[in-house]
């Protein structure tokens, strides 16, 4: 007996357009850092940062700042939050589910830094691996150009 297996969602482009304003044009903190969503799905979000002297932390080595990849990491984790929070009410209008994001804050964050930001851009990778009706659970990934892990994050998000 062949198990059939439901494929998540996808998105409306009304929906999509509408996350990226708000991510990356109302936060306006993620505008600092320069994140650009480039992958948005149910259940795993990815974006980039590319490098440029303001996100310096250490001038030697041209190395990105620990301050940019957490902060970078919790708004991934947030962003994962909000495509999961969009996949599960997939009855309701794209601008209906926009407004769910309203209360959403990080908990709790850690970040475990395994190898210097060293590069011309990184990709930030983000699933939540829980969603619950008021705390939701995600991990997240920084990765440098030539695609190594350089640091993992988990973090607790309140979602209602």
Known sequence: MIKATTLPPEFEPA?????KAIFEEKIVFNQVLGLKITSLLPERVTARIDMKPELVGHFSYNRIHGGVISAGLDAMGGLACMAAIGARHMDELPEQRLHRFAKLGTIDLRIDYLRPGIGAHFE?????MRLGSRVASTRMEFFGPDGKLLSTGS??????
């Open 124 to 128: 930030l990778r983000a699933e939540v």
């Open 15 to 19: 929906f999509v357009n509408g996350l």
């Open 155 to 160: 973090g607790a998000y309140i979602v209602s």
